[in-house]
């Protein structure tokens, strides 16, 4: 019997304070984040802005407990995952970022002889600068490190029934039926800057895919929210991102009631814990709102596991 293996990739997150300075410089020195053809010229830029951030940055996660919370979900997902599959699938993850990295990965599925590896990341709508970034990296390592396993990749999984399942689980969480008439919905996609856009990542055509497929979920299962928006976060720089941005959208919104969704994010981190959780609710109350809720990602549920099983069998 062949020995097979999964493997979740995400960019990961400070484990501590002191990895956040790690976490900054691997990013921007990450060529599909910072896409100037200069290696050099990318060190020079990724140092700059880490030196500037790395202050910044630690302060945002000592806010939400001294750490990222994406690796502590991550592993939750994978035991969960792994107990579902017993002794005859290896299921690990790897970082982008911080640790746990592709090599250190790749070195405990080589001691176990695996034969073919089947990479999920978990973004699930594609995007060079995520779902790209994380396969050519594991890829990559995999080439200098790893033995003869073939390689088997998935790019996007927004359409999957269960992990639809999963947003909704979330959604009705913070909210009952009856209350959704009060409320308008904002489904929060990480941003981009346009010029990505325009070189031909399909991550907003994915977006908006993935928010037609939503409403037509929501209106089956009876959450008939007053109005159902997309807006984008996490604007860095001067350069143009996507529009509308979540602030500007608040702004809009004349119900006052409002509930946010995650949409881009499979797993908690800074960007929901702290950004959605604590600046935007500021911006919020800020604005008069009289209610404010944020859901959860789907982290390590059941409806998550259910679709991660799936998807492993439909790439077999």
């Not at 290896?90 to 990295?101: K, L």
């Not at 034969?115 to 973004?123: A, D, G, N, S, V």
């Not at 995007?127 to 396993?149: M, P, R, V």
Request: hydrophobic share 40%.
């Amino acid at each position: 019997m062949k020995k097979e293996a999964i493997v979740l990739l995400n960019m990961g997150g400070p484990n501590n304070l002191e990895e956040v300075e790690l976490f900054l410089t691997n990013m921007f020195n990450d060529k599909n984040i910072i896409t100037v053809k200069s290696s050099l010229l990318r060190r020079f830029i990724a140092t700059m802005i880490t030196f500037s951030r790395t202050e910044k940055s630690q302060d945002i996660y000592r806010q939400i407990g001294g750490k990222s919370p994406l690796v502590g979900h991550t592993q939750k997902l994978v035991q969960k995952l792994q107990s579902r599959f017993g002794d005859d699938v290896v299921v690990d993850f790897a970082m982008r970022y911080t640790p746990p990295f592709a090599s250190e990965v790749i070195e405990r599925l080589n001691s176990k002889e695996i034969e073919k590896i089947y990479l999920i990341p978990l973004y699930p709508q594609f995007s060079t600068t995520t779902t790209k970034s994380s396969l050519e990296d594991f890829e990559e390592q995999y080439h200098i490190n790893g033995k003869n396993a073939v390689l088997v990749e998935i790019k996007h999984f927004f359409e999957n029934e269960n992990y639809n399942k999963a947003i909704l689980q979330r959604i009705e969480e913070r909210i009952s039926a009856h209350e959704c008439s009060d409320f308008d919905l904002i489904f929060s996609a990480h941003g981009l800057p346009v010029k990505v856009i325009e070189r031909g990542d399909v991550y907003e055509k994915h977006i908006n895919r993935h928010v037609d497929i939503l409403k037509n979920i929501l209106k089956n299962a009876g959450m008939n929210f007053n109005a159902v928006h997309l807006a984008y976060q996490s604007k860095v720089g001067p350069m143009e991102w996507l529009k509308p941005s979540l602030e500007d959208k608040l702004k809009e919104v004349k119900a006052k009631c409002v509930l946010i969704f995650p949409l881009a994010f499979t797993i908690d981190n800074s960007e929901t814990d702290f950004e959605l959780e604590i600046e935007y609710r500021e911006v919020a109350q800020e604005l008069g709102f009289k209610d404010y809720r944020v859901c959860k990602c789907p982290n390590d549920s059941e409806f998550f596991v259910d679709a991660l099983v799936e998807i492993y069998e439909k790439m077999r």
